[in-house]
Every structure is written in C-alpha cells, then in structure tokens.
C-alpha cells in the first residue's frame, strides 16, 4: 500500500448541530433554499452522518456509512465497521487472522463506548472473532465494564457466540518465521492496516466508539494493550467528542492518550490540535525513546471536525463523509527521520 503522499487534512466541515438535527436529513431542495440564504449552512447540512477510522479500511467505514445512512444510530455503526476487519483474515492485527502473541496463542482486546458513556471491553479473548460484539455485551448485558481472559470467553458462549481457530495459516507461518530469532521488538508501524479504531457521529449528532485488535504481534503471553481501555484506547464524550488510539498502548496507556484528547478538546482545542498535543506529551517525556515506537490517534469533536496526528510517517484515517470514503495520510512529528 502507498503512503507517499501526505495530505494534512483537519476538516474544518461540519457545524452541523448549530443548524438544529432535524434538518441534517433533509432533500435537496431545502438544502439548495438555505444555501443561497446562508453560504455557509451548505457545509453543515452535508457534514453528518461521518465515521472515522484508524488506518486504511474503506470496507469498514462504508459498511459503517451504510448502517448510518439508514437511519442507525454511531453504536451500531462502529460496531458493524468493525466487525467487517475482525471477519478479514488478511487483516494481521485484528480478529480472526491477527498475529498471535509469542507462544501462538491469539488474543483479542476490545471496547465500545455509547452516547451516554457507558462502554464494555473484552481483554485477552481467545476464539472469538468478533470482541467488538462481546465488548458490547458486557456494557448491554452485564454489571461490569470488562471480561478478562476464560471469563470472557464463557460469557461471549453463553451469548450464543461459537468459539472457533483464530490462527489462519498465514498467521501461523508469519509466527514460526518470528520464531526462529524471536526479536521482541514492536514494529513502527505495519503496512496495510493495524488495530482498528472507529468513531462516529450518526445523524441526530450523537457520538459512538469502538476499538478492536489482536495487540501487538508476539507480545508476551497475557499482555493486554491500550486497545480495551477505556480513556486510554478510545474515549467518547458526547458533549466534546471522541478519540481513539493506535500504536504502541504501553505508551498510550501512560498518557491516558484518548482521554487527554477529549480533555484538550474540552478546553478549546480542534481535534487535530488536540491529537498533536497528545502525541507532544509522549515524544517531550525526558528520555523518550519515541524513535523506537509509532502512536497515532484520531479525533473527531461535535461540530464534526476531524483530526489525526502520529509520531511517524505512515499513519492514516480512513473517512467517509459527505459521500466521500477516502484515506487520509496523517501529519506526523517526526521529520527528522523521513525527510
Ligand atoms: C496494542 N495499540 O495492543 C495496540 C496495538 C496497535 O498498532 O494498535 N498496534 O498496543
């Protein structure tokens, strides 16, 4: 996959919540009225329902766009988006496929946040494709926030999900090549796409979130990433806006990374400044060794203005708004290195 061409993308669409929800859907003909009256409503009218997503997955956010554009709210949206890269085999870092940890055992960590803040997270799930959907059992169906491990997997069971071998062939072969220096070194960054992220605002405006992933490839066995928790992986204020992470969640988890990017557009800042400022507080650390590791994060806040920054070269976001499903390179803090 090409990543050449670096595109700084802060939108600045979308005041659309200003104008009131009940005309976000509404035809052409009005659109075209209040157009000629007032310019800049046009942008408004077309900046919801939008979706956002880590990396390079356009089947992801059109499956999510289709769930919107019908009328479903962001919870179902992120859901159904993600489901479509847990399902892909091909896709190494996510559901069935992903890279096993380093005694070849998949695992899977995931969450989902609602418009009301309640979330659900699944960590070190095995046989599971789908955690994104666990993830939301346990918010819908449990007292709890997050299933761990056997637990989870019991309940995903008792919830009529049918266990099954995450480890395809390809994973399995990529595994024993690792094996044979078994280097535990994190990769900066993996071409084609990583853990998936995805945010949504559906048309009444509101905001959902999911994250799900296999973790780092070969990570030691009962390792557990940023990816499930929730402020660190993915933050949702329905207020504010939404942040997700990708990378290496060590260190996201120490910056408490997708809440500090909700904070941060909470005191003023847009989302791309906000994700800036996150990717700022892990790479200024005294003695950060950020040339050894990638982060990135998107964001989106209520107006529906999009942000995404990382460390390195290479990052994306895939978006689908106002009918256009397109990857977006990230701007990115380390020039130095890929000038
Ligand atoms: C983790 N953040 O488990 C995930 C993995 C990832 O790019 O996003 N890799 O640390």
């Known amino acids: 996959m090409k990543r050449r061409q670096f595109i700084k993308h802060t939108s600045l669409t979308g005041v659309g919540l200003a104008v009131g929800s009940s005309i976000l859907g509404c035809d052409d003909t009005n659109s075209k009225k209040i157009t000629e009256d007032h310019k800049s409503v046009i942008t408004d009218l077309k900046s919801l329902p939008l979706v956002i997503a880590t990396w390079g997955v ?38 069935k496929g992903g890279l096993p940890d ?3 055992n998949v695992t899977l960590d995931a969450c989902i946040m609602d418009k009301h803040g309640n979330c659900g997270a699944v960590v070190y799930l095995k046989n599971i494709t789908h955690a994104v959907s666990v993830a939301r059992k346990v ?3 449990t007292p709890h926030v997050m299933l761990a491990g056997e637990g989870a997997l019991q309940f ?7 266990p099954e071998e995450l480890l395809t062939e390809a994973s399995k072969s990529a595994w024993e090549k ?12 993996i071409e084609n796409h990583d853990t998936i992220g995805m945010l949504a605002i559906d048309k009444n ?3 959902s979130g999911a994250c799900t992933t296999s973790g780092l490839a070969y990570k ?10 929730i402020g660190s992986g993915l933050f949702v204020d329905n207020e504010i806006g939404a942040a997700v992470a ?5 260190e996201v988890v120490k910056t408490v990374g997708s809440f500090l990017v909700v904070e941060l557009m909470r005191q003023g800042k847009s989302p791309q400044e906000a994700c800036e400022e996150a990717i700022h507080r892990i790479v200024k650390k005294p003695n950060s060794n950020y040339k050894d590791f990638q982060v990135g994060y998107i964001a989106v806040n209520k107006k529906g203005e999009t942000g995404s920054y990382s460390i390195h070269q290479w990052f994306s976001m895939t978006k689908f708004q106002d009918g256009v499903n397109e990857q977006i390179q990230s701007d990115f803090y380390n020039k130095t290195d890929h000038s």
């Open 205 to 207: 405006g509101d905001i």
């Open 139 to 141: 918010m819908e169906d």
């Open 246 to 250: 990708t990378g290496l969640g060590e």
């Open 178 to 189: 690792w094996k044979v220096e078994a280097k535990y070194k994190p990769i900066i960054n």
């Open 58 to 95: 356009k089947d992801a956010t059109s499956k999510a766009m289709e769930v919107l554009q019908a009328g479903g709210n962001a919870l179902d949206a992120v859901e159904q988006g993600c489901r479509i890269e847990e399902a892909n085999e091909k896709g190494q870092s996510v559901g």
């Open 156 to 162: 995903a069971i008792s919830q009529g999900f049918e």
């Open 220 to 229: 030691m066995a009962g390792r557990v990433g940023d990816s499930p928790i």
């Open 102 to 104: 380093r005694d070849g």
